[in-house]
Structures are given as structure tokens and as C-alpha cells.
């Protein structure tokens, strides 16, 4: 990692520099939140944004995609050419989350449409702010040194801009003269000072130590039960979250019957359908059992598997349900702290 | 006695059929008869908020749904004292020509022609008229691409809603929509000429009386205040003296009279209205083939029809500017209050629809629609009667008889679902 | 197949050719196929235990067990329960016609570990077309093992699978094979009858440090025959059971075969231990 | 495909005819519809309409007159499948959103008088179900018209189609909209089965329900947070039965009587 400054006033001329390397997707506002969009017009970008309310996943691996197409004589995959694209803005947590898609979708197997997406995409990520419902603290996954190919912290009048990459590196060597090369004394300084200010900041504090043995003493707990009750089972909280890659695979026929395309759409393990198998029999037949299977996978099994947890604090679940059952209220409510909704 | 009957009649929206009845040379009764079923949807709004009321009553007819939509919109924010803005206007004004545009061209080139080209359907018809064909679908789907960009869908979209629209539509989409108008019109004013080219017989044709809404100066689908050949205008609220309902008991929707006589709603009332005031093609598609027997046939409707399609391909460009020129998005007009009464009335693609509402606490207290179909029962039955008694002394057999009576029927372009369920009887 | 080395996208099925197919009992088929690249039909390496997944261009696909052998390469076999549309629709398949495998996946019994020990096979309905797999690799390669039991039940004469097969078995002096079915209207059957447990009576001496069992069959199944396992003091980890779960991809990406949070069945399974089973919540 | 084409009618009966016209609105879909079967029936589009046998049978609209049932019943009687499409024919549509008090006969006599038709006899609006054995049930209102090719082409090769078993929202949150239910709007985006796209809370506008309910819809949990939000039971109520008849009133019924 190498550390250079950009002016502020410079950053829309860089990103019309780094137009070679892809579409440029931002956080844009709409309504009363933000989504990631493609962004023509830089200023419709908005800088303080925090959680766009579908995560960078929708760009690497889309809610429906064709996987090939087949017709009488056998498949076809795709010879369509992806565009390469630049993701601008995201910020520690989704790094973080996007590091553990890495590595899940080349464990074992590669996933090959998310490696095709992957290796077109440039990553920009940016500092933020904590808001009240950012925990990324408390997950450990407030820094990231990896996981971009450049990053800005904002610091006023000027971004540090971290090179991650060799990518990265690329991309600011399209235009030298908008960087700095030099940082000084100060400049450390001031980045100091904007860390204590930031990590004082976090008003959200959730304590995840030893969750993976309350998660286990709690399987039988009534709680689960209580929440099945309320649970709509709309798949709010997975979609939004930035660590839950499920999809489902669904052929498409054209009405010849001859020809079609097999898709893949995102899938969520609080639908219904999700577990069961052939004859009808449902191995999660109850809404408790899904949600139990949600927040095992995110608070313990994955903390066995990887060493950390499968959530990345980034608050989207917190705004998303609307029963409010989310990361914050079920850890709360196992550790019988006191729930605030 | 012989009896001619034809059931269920196709091609047309909704379930109806035809029976005539013959003593002899005499006719008994020559019948329209609505075999839909009853909705009784007038009283199922009663207690419904006006924003339910939109989302149900234009469930009443699946063609004319934005129509219903329109004339309850205008009747229910007349009653709540609401005032859209100039960019909600453009938006309905869009989206009623994407309506009358999708139904003229299903009609005139998807239902109406094959009669008169002498196949059992369109998609049979393509074989040998396959660019006609094409192009009319190609038409069709431009004007259900308006209707889906405005109203939110194809079919009972909810967007266009109580003070103005949920959601309004990109740029990109208004833009493309423009283009696509102009490029239509080449063939909009070919399909004319080629309606216009048909043999029409005219053993059955009779003077009557034509109704349409009163837009101002120029033609258009839309006003408070109605307009009639005889050259009465009167204010919409006084609807009931236009629309006297009878009951009939062959047929779910209620006939109408205009001072004790049969008349006719629709394009050829509006062309016959208000065609002098078509300007640029449809203005000269309307001198060049227009005349007196369009006052005395009902089959010119497909005529009228076809120079609408023209009139309205012509009117989009210049809404799409209006719309466009506003750049902010208005927020949804809230009701000023919560009781009154109002009545709406647009020109459906079928004629003039009427929604009357009263409202009490915020919620429908009682509502009266009054749709086209049901007003032109009596001229379809009328020139249905002259048909069969002119065919019978030409000697015409039974085949002959029902494709004509078809042809005059549908013509009308009747709108059974609608029909059924809307007109009520006023006993005083 | 390892990340590094997989070139071919895991997700586009291979060709393959139906040779032959039979019945074998009223809604179970034998499907017999062959990869139509030759080459690839020779070089296809799998493990008893492991499984397929099954392509129809318009359906979808679905996991299915194998039930040929790998010490019998080139040909792939399979048993395939008619219960829905795609399995409908592999039943529509002519001999001679072409669609659709993936694989092999999962995780396949532990052969190297089981060499050298005495092996238990109990298999009831359906479960009979996995374990058919490992039972013909351990007769192929008989000198590699100790003893050979096979109990297998079925809930009549008529729905048991593989029935000629086994009952030419019975004739091996290699193997102790035992069949039994729950109930007999024919009043020809000519073995036990009674659930699949009551067959344990025929296991001679076992020495529970040197044996293993494998189980597979329907869900009530497990619960009695494992209680019956565990009382002839065998290690945990030495009963192994194949465990059916949906599965939309097979290699561990689309999560619906996830168990007790984070085992992906088709990674970790379908071959489980008992002591995995008791260890994650949710297995069985 | 070799096979011999299948034989198809689409029937309309009380409704709006909205399911037809979607699939003569579906323009490219049109002539290959045509070409892949025989379409022996379809009064909407065609006239030369039959009565012979039929493998897959297409019935839109509720029934609301004798005459009506002897039809439907006509036609299950020579079909293999019989496919319920739009809310009508699956719910009864709003014609027989359910009233309670107000009984049919008095909202009868409100419109038609005391008159009486020659040629039917009105009964009270209800789905299809009530009268024949239904094999399919494609939702809407009107129908979704890739879901009705997806579900046609899926019956001409003797499978079931599958449909997603979530609610709107799933659709809504893809969409990534601003979720109207958090901002205290009574929207049935939960409780109705997925399909439409998420139409109208992509337009700002709440869900009305118009899908019917999804089959795992937890009525109780959305009527509690819409009590928690202020609604009243009356106002609840009304958006219930609006667009689906007993569909979603049934489950609310039951829930309320065990209150
Ligand atoms: C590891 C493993 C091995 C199996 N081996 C065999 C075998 O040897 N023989 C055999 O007959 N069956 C086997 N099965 C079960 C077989 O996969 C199902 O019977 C089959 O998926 C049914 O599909 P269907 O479309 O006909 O059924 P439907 O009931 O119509 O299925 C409905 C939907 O659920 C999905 N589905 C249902 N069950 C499963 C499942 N178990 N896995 C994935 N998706 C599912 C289908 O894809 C379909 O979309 C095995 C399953 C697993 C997991
Ligand atoms: S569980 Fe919630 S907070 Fe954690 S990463 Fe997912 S959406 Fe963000
Ligand atoms: S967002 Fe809430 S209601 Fe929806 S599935 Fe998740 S936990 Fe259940
Ligand atoms: S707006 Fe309605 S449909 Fe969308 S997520 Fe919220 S509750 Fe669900």
C-alpha cells in the first residue's frame, strides 16, 4: 500500500481520468436513502453517504442473471462481453464484506460469474462517519488495508488516497498531475486526529465477544420462536446485507419448449421453499428455524469456519426489517441486554 | 318463426351475443343481449376511501381502464376540492392518448378489419396482409408501451392516483416515446386511407344524434360540459337529463335515451362533433374522406377511429414537451377536505363515461357511473333492427344476416365488461 | 477439483448419452449413461458416495447419488424416484438420448479409511442406490477389506431395488448379505420379514474398533438403526451415513444444503459421521 | 418438438377481461402463441371457436350466474388441465370482496331494481373453485404476462411451473425501494405472493394486495404491526378484502375469530 493526497477539487477530473477502466457506479440519492448507481454526471454522487441500501453484490453477482442459454442442440454460454466497471465509495465495512465474497466464491470451487464480474471491476473505497447505526467497531472491521485498489480518507480540504494495487497504481498513473506525491508530518497528523474523532464517534456499541457460545447455549431458546411470530418472511434483511450470496437456480423457457436460459436469482434462506426438498418434506419448515439459521451462520458458524464473524457491522439489517429483527435486537436479546428497536 | 342468434359474440371485449327473432318477412325483436355477469361494483366503492375507489373502478373494464381511472380521478378530486398541477395534466393528457391510441388500433386493425377483409381473425389475416398485420401490432404495443410508462402498467396500473402521480417517468423513456409517435404516423395514415378505401353498405343508414365531451376549441377527449349534434351544450353535472337509463331485461346494462331517443357515443360522435377542428393530417385526412353518410352509419366509426389514431400519434410530441418542460416532480395534491361531490366525465375510447361521487367523512358515500356502451345500446339495437329488416327484403340468408349484424355491432367497439355493471336505474 | 486447476466452468453440465434404463420397482427407474466424449467417459473419477447433478435444458437440475462403481469406469449408473418435474422429465428420457451431468461432488465414504476393517452396509429403500455404489467397489477390490455385511430392507418384495442383484449375492460366500422386507402379500418372499433392524441379529461377532458402518435409507430409518449401532459400542466416527439436503449448485455456492449454519452438504457431505451429526444441530 | 400440438381454449367469464387482453397485449409473444398449440378457443381474439377436447384450459373471471357454472363446468369436463388465471378466477375478484353485512341481494335490487334477466340467472360473484376442480392458479390483476408464457409453456410440456413463494417485498427490496411499510404507509407488500414486479411500491405507492396472499403469509404478525402503527381494525379490514375476495379475508377471519 502507497499513500499519495488528492485535492478535493480535483476528484471529479480524476474520476473523468479513470473513465478507461469502466463505468464509474456511486452512491447517488433516492429517496430517502441511496443506491448504487452509474454515474455520469459526478456531482449527483453523494460523497457523505453511508449503507447504499443494496450493498456492491448487486454489481458482481446480479439479483437475476443468464447463466447460458441451450436450444435443441445443447447449451451455449454466453459470448457477451461484460462491461468493466469501477465501484466509487465504498467504505471499511463493505470491504470487509467484500474480501469474504472473495474467498467464498473461490473456496473450493470458482465461481466463474463472479470471478468474470470480479476481474472487470476496480474498487474505490472511501472513509466515512459513523452513524447511529454503524457497529463496524464492534465487528472489527472498522480499517481495511485490503480489499480496494484505491482508497480516499477525506481529511477537509484533501483525500489521503491509498494505492492498494497494481490497479489502483494504474489508475493514478493516468493522471499524475491531479496527485500529490508528497505527505507530510502534518498530514499524518491530521489523519490521526480524524481517526480519534471517528472512533469516538461510534454511538451504536454492541459487544460480539464470545457470541458463538451464547449463539450454542441459545438453540433451544424460546427467543427464536417469539421472533418465527413475527417474522414476515420477506428476506429484507439478506437481501440487503452485503454477506449473503444464496441464489436459486430457474430455467426459462421460451414457448417453443426448445429453447431458453438457466438463471440464477437471488435466493434467501428466510423464504420458505429454501429448504425443502423433493415429496414436500421441509427441513426448516418453521420461520424460527430460518432465523436461527440466518444469525447461526452469521454470528457462529462462520466465526468457526473463518475466525470472524459473517457480519461486517455495516447497520443495513438494522433499517431493513420491519419487525425489527436484526442483528442488533437478537444479539441484545441472547445476551438478555436490554433491546432497543 | 325463425330465430337468428349469434353467441357468444367474439371479438369483442366481454361476453355478449345477438338474437333476432322473425315471424315471416316481420321482425319480433332484434336483441343486444349482455350476458356478462353482474359486478354490482357501484356498491362495492361505498365506504371505500377514494383512493380505493380508483384502484377498484377501473377494474370495471380492462381496455378502458385509464379511462375509468380518469373519470374517477376528476370526479372524486372535484369532490375533495383538489387542484392537480400542470405536470400531473400533461401526464393524464399522455397517458389518455396512449388509452385511445391502444384501443382505436386494437379495434380498428386487430378486431374490425378482418370482417371486412373476410378472415376469422387477425393472426389469419397476416398470411396475406402480414406488413398490415405487423404494423398494427407494432402500433399497438407502442401505445401499451405509453400506458405502462404513465399508468404503471399495461393493464390497471396505479400510478396515475389521487392529486397527480406516485412516480413520473424518465426522460429517456418520454423522449423515446416522441420519436416513436412521429415515426408511426406514415403508417397511421396508410391504415386510414385503407379504411377508408372499404365498400361500406348503406341499406340501414339513418340520421341520429351524437354526444361527446366539450374540450374547448380544439378536438380533444376531455372537458365539464357535453356536447350534442343537435348543438346543445350542456354542463356534465346534468348528466342524468342526457343518460335517462331503462332497464332491459335481455341485457346486465341499462339502455339510454337523450330526450326519448336512441343515440351515439364515441370517435364518430367526437369526429362528427368536433372533426372541423382536426388540424395538420388527421385535419386533412378528415376533408378528404369525411361526409354526410358518416352522420347515418355507424360503421364509419372505424373511419373516426382511424383518423383518432392519427390526431393522437400528432398530439404526443407536444405533451411530452409540456411534461418534459417541467423539470421538478410534483408531490401528490392532498384533499381539502374530506366531504363533497363531483362528477367526472372523459371520452372514453368508446364515448363519454361519466363517475358521479358523494363524499362523506373521507369516504364514498354513494357513486353512480355511467359508461358508453350502455348509452349506445339502443342505436346498436336500432340499426341492428334496420339491417336485418333491409337484408330480409333483399332476400339475405341467415349467415348473411348474422356476419352483418356482427359487423355493425362490433363496430360500436362494445365494451360488455363495462356495460354491465354500471348502469343503474334512477326510479323518481 | 481444486480451485487452482479447475478450467471448465463448474456449471455447464457435460453431455451425456442414456445407454440403457429399466424399472426397478414401480416408480424407481436404472438409469445407465455415458458421457458422450469418450474420453471423458473413461477419465470420470468419483467416489462411491458421491453424487451428480442431473441437467434437463428447461427444468433444472437436481442432485442424484451414484450407484456404478468407480472400479467399473466408463459407464455412470443411477436410480432415479419419479416425485416431480424434473424427475419427470428424466423419466421421459429415451435410450439413446442425450442431456445433461455435472460432477462428481461432495465428499464421498472415506474408502481409504474403511480399508482394512470390516465393513457394515444397511440400506433401506431409496438408500439402496448410494450405497449399492460403495458395496460393488468393496467387492471389486474384496482383498482390500475385512468382512462384508449387507442388510438391506424394503417395505415389500416388489419395492425393493436391486433385487436379482442382491439376491445373486446372496449366493457369495465373500459376503453375508441379508434381505428383508416389512411386509409380504405375496407369501412368496422368501427371506426375513420386519424392519431393517431385526436383520442385526444376523451380524456375527463384531469388533467395533474395526468396523465400519454405513447407513442410508428414509429419515425414521436412522434414529432406530443407530440406536442399535451405538449399543455395539462403535466408535462414533465410525458410522457413516449419506444425508439428502436441496441443492441448487453442488459446489457449496448457493447455500440451500447449508447445515447447522455453515456445513455446505454438498462439500462436507453427503457422507456424514454420526459423531458430525451429533456435533451440528440440525443434521438429522 | 415432434409431438402433436396441444389443444388450448382461453375462456372469459365475470371480470374485466384484463388476463385476455394481457395476452393479446403481449405482442411478441402473440404468434408463436399461436404457432405452439391449438388454440381452439380464445373469444377475445378469434371467431372460429369450438367446443372439442382440450389438454389445458385457460378460465378467467368468477362466476356470478348459473348459467356461468354449467359453463365452467362444461369445460373442466373436457380438459385435462384447468388453469385459473387473473384474481377473479382465483379469488373471485372484487366483485366478491366480502361485504359482510351489506348481502348481495340488497346491493342487487340497488342496481338492477326488482328487474330480471331473461337470459341469466345472477348469483353472488365467487372464484372458480367453488364449482370445478382447479389444477393451477395464476394470480394477478391482472395477470403478469411473463408468468402466464413461463406457465404456458411450462403445461405444453406436461410440467408443473413453479412460482415464487415469497411475498412482494422480496421483489420491492431487489427494486431497492424505499420501503413504505417502515414509513407507516398500510402497505400488503408482505402478504402478497410476489409476481407483479413490486409494480406499485416501485411508484411510491403502497401494495394493495392484487397478487393475493403468498402461501406463507403471516397475517398475524403485519395485522399486529399495523395495529402498532395506528390502523384500525375497519380500515385493516378493507384493504383485506379489496383485490382478492376471501383470499386474504379467510386467514384474517380465522386469526380475528381466535382473538
Ligand atoms: C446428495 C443427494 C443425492 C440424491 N440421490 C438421489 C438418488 O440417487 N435417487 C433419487 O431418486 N433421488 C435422489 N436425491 C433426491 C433428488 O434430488 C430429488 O428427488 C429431486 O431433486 C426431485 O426433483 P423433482 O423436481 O422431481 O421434485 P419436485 O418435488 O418437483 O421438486 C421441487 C423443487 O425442489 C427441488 N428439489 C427437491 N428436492 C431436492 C433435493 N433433494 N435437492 C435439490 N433440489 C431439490 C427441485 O429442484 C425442484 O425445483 C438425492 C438428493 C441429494 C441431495
Ligand atoms: S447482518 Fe446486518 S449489519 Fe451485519 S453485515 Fe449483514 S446487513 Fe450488515
Ligand atoms: S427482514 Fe425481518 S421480517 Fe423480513 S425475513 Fe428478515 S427477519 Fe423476517
Ligand atoms: S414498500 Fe411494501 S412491498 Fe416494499 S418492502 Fe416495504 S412493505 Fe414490502
Not at chain 3, 426375513?192 to 442410508?216: M, Q, S
Not at chain 4, 402478504?191 to 397475517?219: D, Q, V
Request: with cysteine; hydrophobic share 40%.
Amino acid at each position: 500500500m502507497r499513500a499519495v493526497k488528492i485535492k478535493k477539487e480535483n476528484l471529479f477530473d480524476f474520476l473523468e481520468a479513470i473513465k478507461p477502466f469502466g463505468d464509474l457506479w456511486g452512491p447517488v440519492k433516492s429517496g430517502d436513502g441511496y443506491v448504487l448507481e452509474k454515474v455520469t454526471d459526478y456531482s449527483n454522487i453523494e460523497m457523505s453517504a453511508l449503507r447504499t441500501r443494496i450493498p456492491f453484490k448487486k454489481l458482481l453477482f446480479p439479483p437475476k442473471f443468464t447463466m447460458f442459454k441451450f436450444d435443441e442442440k445443447g447449451i451455449r454460454s454466453s459470448d457477451e462481453e461484460l462491461p468493466r466497471q469501477v465501484i466509487f465509495g465504498l467504505h471499511p465495512c463493505d470491504l470487509h464484506a467484500l474480501l469474504i465474497m472473495d474467498n467464498f466464491h473461490s473456496l473450493h470451487y470458482v465461481d466463474p460469474y463472479y470471478r468474470e464480474r470480479r476481474e472487470r471491476t476496480a474498487v474505490i473505497g472511501l472513509s466515512c462517519f459513523p452513524d447511529d447505526r454503524c457497529f463496524c467497531k464492534a465487528t472489527n472491521t472498522h480499517y481495511t488495508e485490503k480489499g480496494f485498489d484505491l482508497f480516499l480518507t477525506d481529511l477537509g480540504d484533501f483525500y489521503i488516497l491509498w494505492i492498494g494495487s497494481s490497479l489502483g497504481d494504474d489508475m493514478v498513473r493516468e493522471c499524475p498531475e491531479l496527485v500529490d506525491e508528497e505527505v507530510t508530518h502534518d498530514d499524518l497528523e491530521k489523519y490521526i486526529a480524524w481517526r480519534k474523532k471517528r472512533e469516538s464517534n461510534f454511538k451504536l456499541k454492541l459487544d460480539f465477544t464470545g457470541m458463538p457460545s451464547i449463539m450454542e447455549l441459545s438453540y433451544d431458546s424460546p427467543l427464536w420462536d417469539e421472533l418465527g411470530e413475527k417474522c414476515l418472511s420477506c428476506g429484507a434483511c439478506t437481501i440487503v446485507c452485503p454477506t449473503c450470496p444464496c441464489f436459486n437456480v430457474i430455467d426459462e423457457v421460451d414457448i417453443g419448449g426448445g429453447t431458453g436460459e438457466r438463471t440464477r436469482r437471488w435466493d434467501s434462506c428466510m423464504f420458505r421453499e429454501y429448504s425443502m426438498v423433493a415429496g414436500g418434506h421441509n427441513f426448516r419448515e418453521a420461520r424460527s428455524e430460518r432465523l436461527k439459521l440466518r444469525f447461526t451462520h452469521k454470528l457462529q458458524a462462520f466465526v468457526g469456519a473463518f475466525g470472524e464473524a459473517a457480519c461486517v457491522g455495516c447497520g443495513r439489517c438494522i433499517g431493513a426489517c420491519p419487525v425489527d429483527i436484526d442483528i442488533q435486537t437478537v444479539a441484545q436479546n441472547l445476551k438478555g441486554e436490554e433491546v432497543k428497536a | 318463426m325463425r330465430e337468428i342468434v349469434v353467441e357468444p359474440l367474439s371479438r369483442v371485449e366481454g361476453e355478449g351475443g345477438i338474437t333476432v327473432q322473425l315471424d315471416g318477412k316481420r321482425i319480433k325483436d332484434v336483441r343486444f343481449d349482455i350476458l356478462e355477469g353482474t359486478r354490482l361494483i357501484e356498491t362495492l366503492v361505498v365506504g371505500k376511501t377514494p383512493q380505493e375507489d380508483v384502484s377498484i373502478a377501473c377494474r370495471i373494464c380492462a381496455i378502458c381502464t385509464l379511462s375509468h381511472r380518469y373519470a374517477a380521478l376528476r370526479g372524486l378530486e372535484k369532490a375533495l376540492g383538489i387542484e392537480i398541477p400542470p405536470k400531473a395534466h400533461h401526464m393524464r393528457s399522455l397517458m389518455h392518448l396512449g388509452e385511445c391510441l391502444e384501443s382505436n388500433s386494437l379495434h380498428v386493425f386487430v378486431l374490425a378489419l378482418p370482417d371486412f377483409l373476410g378472415y376469422p381473425s387477425a393472426i389469419a389475416m397476416a398470411e396475406k396482409y402480414g406488413n398490415e398485420v405487423t404494423q398494427a401490432l407494432a402500433l399497438k404495443k407502442f401505445a401499451n408501451h405509453i400506458m405502462e410508462v404513465t399508468s404503471g402498467r399495461m393493464i390497471h396500473g396505479e400510478n396515475p392516483t389521487i392529486g397527480g402521480f406516485g412516480r413520473y417517468p424518465d426522460r429517456e423513456v418520454l423522449l423515446n416515446i416522441k420519436k416513436q409517435a412521429r415515426d408511426f404516423l406514415e403508417f397511421a395514415v396508410y391504415g386510414t386511407n385503407l379504411v377508408a378505401g372499404l365498400d361500406i353498405p348503406s341499406f340501414f343508414e339513418k340520421e341520429t344524434v351524437f354526444m361527446c365531451c366539450e374540450p374547448g376549441n380544439e378536438f380533444g377527449l376531455m372537458g365539464d360540459s357535453i356536447r350534442i349534434s343537435t348543438g346543445e351544450v350542456v354542463d356534465c353535472n346534468d348528466y342524468k337529463k342526457l343518460t335517462n337509463e331503462k332497464f332491459c331485461p335481455h341485457s346486465a346494462a341499462k339502455h339510454c335515451l337523450y330526450k326519448g331517443k336512441p343515440f351515439t357515443v364515441g370517435a364518430l360522435a367526437r369526429v362528427n362533433n368536433l372533426g372541423e377542428r382536426l388540424k395538420g393530417q388527421a385535419g386533412k385526412l378528415f376533408k378528404k374522406h369525411w361526409n354526410d353518410r358518416w352522420l347515418k352509419n355507424p360503421i364509419y366509426n372505424n373511419h373516426a377511429q382511424a383518423v383518432e389514431i392519427v390526431w393522437a400519434l400528432e398530439q404526443i410530441p407536444g405533451v411530452v414537451d409540456d411534461i418534459l418542460k417541467i423539470k421538478e416532480d410534483p408531490a401528490l395534491v392532498k384533499p381539502a377536505r374530506t366531504e363533497g361531490e363531483g362528477v367526472g366525465a372523459v371520452e372514453a375510447p368508446r364515448g363519454t363515461l361519466y363517475h358521479h361521487y358523494q363524499i362523506k367523512d373521507g369516504l364514498i358515500a354513494d357513486a353512480n357511473f355511467i359508461i358508453p356502451t350502455g348509452q349506445n345500446l339502443e342505436d346498436i339495437e336500432k340499426y341492428m333492427r334496420l339491417a336485418v329488416q333491409g337484408m330480409i327484403d333483399q332476400g339475405a340468408d341467415d349467415d348473411a344476416i348474422r356476419l352483418q349484424l356482427e359487423i355493425i355491432c362490433r363496430a360500436y367497439d362494445p365494451c360488455i365488461s363495462c356495460s354491465t355493471h354500471m348502469v343503474r336505474i334512477e326510479r323518481v | 477439483m481444486k480451485a487452482e486447476t479447475q478450467l471448465q466452468n463448474p456449471y455447464e453440465p457435460e453431455p451425456m448419452r442414456l445407454i440403457r434404463r429399466y424399472p426397478l420397482n414401480e416408480d424407481v427407474h436404472f438409469f445407465q449413461v455415458r458421457a458422450v466424449d469418450m474420453e471423458k467417459a473413461l477419465s470420470l473419477n468419483y467416489l462411491p458416495g458421491q453424487f451428480m447433478m442431473i441437467s434437463i435444458n428447461g427444468i433444472g437440475e437436481a442432485p442424484f447419488s451414484i450407484s456404478s462403481t468407480p472400479s467399473r469406469p466408463g459407464l455412470l449408473e443411477f436410480g432415479i424416484r419419479k416425485v416431480g418435474n424434473m424427475t419427470n422429465r428424466i423419466f421421459q428420457l429415451k435410450e439413446n438420448g442425450i442431456f445433461g451431468v455435472r460432477g462428481p461432488y461432495g465428499n464421498g465414504f472415506p474408502i481409504e479409511k474403511i480399508k482394512g476393517n470390516d465393513l457394515v452396509i444397511i440400506m433401506g429403500g431409496l438408500g439402496a442406490v448410494p450405497l449399492r455404489s460403495l458395496l460393488l467397489y468393496a467387492l471389486d477390490n474384496r482383498d482390500q477389506f475385512g468382512k462384508i455385511y449387507l442388510l438391506h430392507g424394503a417395505r415389500t418384495p416388489d419395492e425393493m431395488l436391486f433385487r436379482n442383484e442382491f439376491f445373486n449375492m446372496m449366493k457369495r460366500d465373500d459376503l453375508f448379505c441379508h434381505l428383508t422386507v416389512d411386509q409380504d402379500d405375496t407369501g412368496q418372499w422368501p427371506f426375513e420379514t420386519g424392519v431393517v433392524t431385526r436383520l442385526f441379529g444376523k451380524l456375527a461377532h463384531i469388533d467395533p474398533k474395526n468396523t465400519y458402518f454405513a447407513v442410508c435409507g428414509p429419515p425414521v430409518m436412522y434414529k432406530f438403526v443407530v440406536a442399535e449401532i451405538l449399543k455395539l459400542n462403535v466408535p462414533k466416527h465410525q458410522i457413516l451415513m449419506t444425508l439428502e439436503r436441496r441443492m441448487k449448485c453442488g459446489v457449496g455456492k448457493c447455500g440451500h444444503c447449508i447445515i447447522g449454519g455453515y456445513i455446505y452438504t454438498c462439500l462436507e457431505g453427503p457422507v456424514f459421521s454420526y459423531w458430525d451429526v451429533l456435533h451440528m444441530k440440525g443434521l438429522i | 418438438m415432434s409431438q402433436e400440438k396441444k389443444s388450448v381454449g382461453l375462456y372469459g367469464f365475470t371480470g374485466c377481461n384484463g388476463d385476455q387482453l394481457v395476452i393479446i397485449h403481449s405482442e411478441d409473444q402473440l404468434l408463436p402463441f399461436f404457432d405452439s398449440a391449438n388454440i381452439k378457443s380464445f373469444s377475445l381474439a378469434k371467431s372460429d371457436n369450438d367446443n372439442s377436447e382440450l389438454d389445458l384450459a385457460f378460465v378467467e373471471g368468477s362466476i356470478s350466474s348459473q348459467e356461468q357454472a354449467e359453463h365452467v363446468k362444461a369445460i373442466r369436463e373436457r380438459t385435462r388441465y384447468l388453469v385459473a388465471i387473473g384474481n377473479c378466477a382465483c379469488y373471485g375478484g372484487i366483485q366478491a370482496m366480502e361485504l359482510g353485512a351489506k348481502g348481495w341481494d340488497q346491493r342487487f335490487r340497488k342496481v338492477y331494481g326488482d328487474g330480471f334477466f331473461i337470459n341469466r340467472t345472477p348469483i353472488e360473484s365467487k372464484p372458480i373453485d367453488v364449482f370445478v376442480n382447479v389444477d393451477f392458479y395464476l394470480p394477478g390483476c391482472p395477470i403478469d404476462a411473463r408468468q402466464f408464457f413461463y406457465c404456458f409453456a411450462h403445461f405444453l410440456q406436461d410440467d408443473e411451473p413453479v412460482f415464487p413463494d415469497y411475498p412482494v417485498c422480496a421483489e420491492c427490496r431487489w427494486r431497492e425501494n424505499d420501503c413504505l411499510l417502515l414509513k407507516g404507509e398500510l402497505c400488503l407488500g408482505p402478504l402478497t405472493a410476489a409476481g407483479c414486479g413490486a409494480r406499485c411500491p416501485s411508484h411510491n405507492l403502497t401494495c394493495l394486495g392484487c397478487w393475493g396472499p403468498m402461501k406463507e403469509a403471516n397475517i398475524g404478525a403485519e395485522f399486529n404491526l399495523l395495529k402498532e402503527k395506528d390502523y384500525s381494525l375497519e380500515e385493516i379490514k378493507r384493504r383485506f378484502r379489496m383485490h382478492t375476495g376471501s383470499g386474504m379475508m379467510k386467514p384474517l377471519k380465522k386469526l380475528l375469530g381466535a382473538l
